[in-house]
Structures are given as C-alpha cells and as structure tokens.
C-alpha cells in the first residue's frame, strides 16, 4: 500500500512505551493513596498501630473509637486527597508525552501542578503530623496534650526538589512559549 506524497507517517515516540507506564502507575498510586488512609484508619487500625502509639504517647489503644478514628482521618486525609490530585496531573503529562506531545502546554500544565503540589505536600506532611499528634494525645485518656512538630533533613529535601520541579516547568513553559511564537513568524 503507498501512501500520498507529502504524508508524514505516525512513527513511535522514544519512550513512549514507559511513559504510558508510568501514567497507569501515576493512575494507581492516585486511586491508592486515599484508599489506603480511609482503610488504614476505618477498617485496619492494628496496621497503623506504631504511628498511633508514637503519636498520641499512649500503649493502650482501647480509647481508639470510631469518633477518633474519623477524626484522625479528617486529618490525615488531604494530604492523600493531594497526593492523589498531584499524582493525576503527573499522569496527564505522562499521557501526553507517551504522543509524543511533551512540550505542549497541556502536557506541562500538568507537571506544573504536579510540581506545585508536591511543594505544598512538603509544607502539609509535617503540619498533619503536628496536628495528628495534637488530635491523638488530646483523645488519649490521662495523656493530656502534646504536639509534634517534626521537620527533618527529608522534609527540606522534599521542599528543594519540589522547587526545582516548580523552576523547571516554568522554564519548559517559557520555552514552549517561544516556540509557539517563532511557530507564527514561520
């Protein structure tokens, strides 16, 4: 069969294989993590017992009620609902770069977000933590209140990353930018 002269035929895109890849994955962390927290905290409490222990200062668990555990939920649960938000903007630019449309502005829109997400992520873990820790030690019978503000060395890590992601999807948009530009002259 010969094609018409002056047709480009559609050919694979370098690595379009494991960019789809990671889409399905981004798909499943993002349906995962909120799951996850919603089971941990409702259904399977023993599984998360060693962070309930640390953060509430209290060995027995009885006091662990369904009332507790909602509210322990309700804070745990944005930065899941985050990281799932974060994780579907990654997917979308892992879509559009298994096309072979990486440098569109849809596809960087989404690692943008993605990005920005992941630095908010980096603010909000440590302020769930306290919060938790506040939450837990309150509910805790004779415990009284304690709070925990945790900030490590993987925290600031996380920020910086975060940050230069941030840095690099605004140059790759200035520079989509100018090639769309240069795209009107030609």
């Given at each position: 069969?010969?094609?018409?002269?002056?047709?480009?035929?559609?050919?694979?895109?370098?690595?379009?294989?494991?960019?789809?890849?990671?889409?399905?994955?981004?798909?499943?962390?993002?349906?995962?993590?909120?799951?996850?927290?919603?089971?941990?905290?409702?259904?399977?409490?023993?599984?998360?017992?060693?962070?309930i222990?640390?953060?509430?200062?209290?060995?027995?668990?009885?006091?662990?009620?369904?009332?507790?555990?909602?509210?322990?939920?309700?804070?745990?649960?944005?930065v899941?609902?985050?990281?799932?938000?974060?994780?579907?903007?990654l997917?979308?630019?892992?879509?559009?770069?298994?096309?072979?449309?990486?440098?569109?502005?849809?596809?960087?829109?989404?690692?943008?977000?993605?990005?920005?997400?992941?630095?908010?992520?980096?603010v909000?873990?440590?302020?769930?933590?306290?919060?938790?820790?506040?939450?837990?030690?309150?509910?805790?019978?004779?415990?009284?209140?304690?709070?925990?503000?945790?900030?490590?060395?993987?925290?600031?890590?996380?920020?910086?990353?975060?940050?230069?992601?941030?840095?690099?999807?605004?140059?790759?948009?200035?520079a989509?930018?100018?090639?769309?530009?240069?795209?009107?002259?030609?």
């Amino acid at each position: 069969m010969s094609e018409a002269p002056g047709t480009v035929q559609a050919q694979p895109v370098k690595g379009s294989g494991l960019a789809a890849f990671l889409a399905w994955v981004c798909l499943i962390g993002a349906a995962l993590a909120p799951l996850f927290q919603t089971v941990s905290w409702l259904v399977f409490p023993d599984a998360i017992e060693a962070q309930i222990i640390s953060t509430s200062g209290s060995e027995d668990l009885s006091w662990l009620e369904w009332p507790i555990r909602l509210g322990a939920l309700a804070i745990c649960l944005p930065v899941a609902l985050v990281t799932s938000y974060a994780l579907l903007n990654l997917r979308s630019f892992f879509r559009h770069t298994s096309h072979g449309q990486t440098f569109t502005r849809r596809a960087l829109s989404g690692f943008k977000v993605f990005a920005w997400s992941i630095a908010v992520l980096a603010v909000l873990v440590p302020l769930q933590g306290a919060a938790l820790s506040a939450f837990l030690s309150w509910c805790a019978p004779g415990e009284g209140g304690q709070l925990q503000l945790a900030l490590g060395s993987g925290d600031l890590t996380t920020l910086f990353v975060a940050l230069v992601f941030v840095s690099v999807a605004h140059l790759l948009e200035r520079a989509c930018a100018q090639q769309d530009e240069l795209d009107t002259f030609i």
